[in-house]
């Protein structure tokens, strides 16, 4: 096994010819890459460009949203730019960045729903994978990739699989990451306001500057002592603005990327509920959800302040489970606590987080609004 391959993510083998299971598949079989390419970028490089290398060349691009694990940048990266130093790392030849473009083009395919997703065009996805994986060498993700074909392979074949947890667990994971993302999301959005006030003075200050140094040209002309202190305030502020504006669009990017990729993950969560990927995963058959038969004002915006206990609403599994501990209220709580999901899944379809106050409060953001989803008829402990 090669000592450049660290990542220690396991693929989650579908134990049925699931539409959501093979789309679970595939997004881990992509994030498994991007973990173990860049991980194998990085390992290469340090000794040769330093510790820093890819903050440098960020830096050098002007382009602050370099990702060192995202699959779409470890692909695109060495795919695009004939000098990136990632080329350093990897073989030579059409042939290998052949590989790599065909997978570029199958990520932006499944991750924007334009692909098929039978088991038989997963495991050819799956074969290109193993591939890239071989030629690098990348040991540990090819041994996956390997793994999970000889699984297709078995379902094909008309195998039988008992039910495994660690795929509902992986979708839980995944609708947890979502409601963080969200949450986040808000909070970088007030920061990005402050900085774009913050910024939007230093560049008032730069044309003050600016109209101070074309007065004091007109008034003494251009070898005059002031002209040149002028001119060195002028530049001090505008090294200031640049720097207020690199920082301003960084922060930009940041939130444009968690963005892309909360929408990503939505619409592939969306995609295992319509495919009961769930009742799949547990080997059940997909039955009518119980509903409740109470009525709540969907969009009520609520102008108190969110409660500071977590829970997350999960549309896959259709209940409520603590953010913390990861617990299913139901378990706990019973009937009352799925019933209650059924309700805030009417206001909040997409699920995500949820905030409850010690009154038993509960509110969730639509977009940039705090909404109002009703109150938890029983005592959270």
Known sequence: MSDLEISKRELNFPNAKNEGQLRLLILDAFILLGESMGNHYDIKLRPILGNNWLKDLARDRKDYGYNLIDPDWVLKEPLRNSTSPTRLTLPKGQGFYNKINLLAKTRNAYFHNQAECNIESVRDILQYFLDLCLAIPLDSAAIQYSQAIVRLDKLIAGEIFAPESSGLNRIQLLEQQVADMEELANAQKSEIAKKQYVLDAALDEVAIHAEKLREVEDQ???????????LAEKQIAEKRAQQL????????????????QERQYKELLAKLAESHTVASIRGKPEGEESASDINLEPGSIWTGEKGARRLTLSVNFRELYDTKSGELLSEKYGQLATELAQEWLRIKPQGGRVFVDSNGVATAFQGENLVYLGRVTFELH
């Open 220 to 230: 003494v002309g251009g070898k005059d002592l002031l002209i040149a202190q002028v």
């Open 245 to 260: 504006q690199e920082e301003f669009d960084a922060k930009v990017a940041e939130l444009n990327d968690k963005e892309f």
